[in-house]
């Protein structure tokens, strides 16, 4: 080829070793920028391990210390985490029952265990409060209600009742809280008492640790979102929340459900 082209050897290959040089930048500038893309769309809060899953999922196998390297190289830093204190008002004399819950914190079906808790967030000098449900099987938000008391029909009932219409109830839920005076109140104990599918449960006097699903998503949503912004209107705060549980629903990977979203976890689950 060398003689027909009249050009050298090693004129052909230096040629050679150039077009593969240009091969390897190519592709290093292209994975640069998918890792940016999705860095930044996932609220810049990934570390090099779940960028390096989402990039498996999209058929780039690179080492997590490859893509460790770039994000430095790039200066893409997950939001560090912070110390998070948890506060729960269970100064009453209302019925508690028992833990059932105990700590199991797996599921196999969709509608079988939920959690449910009660945050606060600063508004204007204020406060409101943010109340979600969670489902065990695949992690996900199905009910949630923002308000600015902490009255039961404003928190866990609102909360409840979007939960009901987002998703079915299996035979036994067993829906578990804290020792709130919300979960304890006559209006939650009657709507729980007289539904022969749901078996209430509450955690131990003072003890985080058997709701920690539950308490985990306000660590998360607060050191990942709202510690970052203030917000002066209840509107502006509502969408969000609204905005950031979409997300944590549909895209943010879980270590529990083997790096999958909420959403990949339910159509599984449905699909057996």
Known sequence: MCKCLKVSKSAYYRWLKNQTKTKVNSTTIYLRERIKELFTFNRKIYGSYRIQKLLSK???NYSRSYIARLMRQMKLRSIHRQKYRITTDSTHKLPIVKNILNRDFKANRLGTKWVSDITYIPLAGKWSY????????????????LSKDLHTENTIYKA?????????????????????IQYASKKMQLLFGNNTKIVQ???????????????????????EHLNHYRFS???KLYNSIEAYIYWYNNYRLHSALGYKSPVEKELELSSN
């Open 160 to 180: 409840w009742i979007k939960a009901r219409a987002n998703r079915d109830l299996a035979d036994k839920l067993i829906f578990h809280s804290d020792r709130g």
């Open 201 to 223: 449960s509450m955690s131990r006097k003072g003890n985080c640790w058997d709701n920690a699903v539950a308490e985990s998503f306000f660590k998360s949503i607060k050191i």
């Open 233 to 235: 209107c209840f509107n």
């Open 58 to 60: 999209e058929g780039m």
């Open 130 to 145: 943010l109340t979600t449900i969670i489902d065990l099987a695949d992690r996900k938000v199905v009910g949630w209600s």
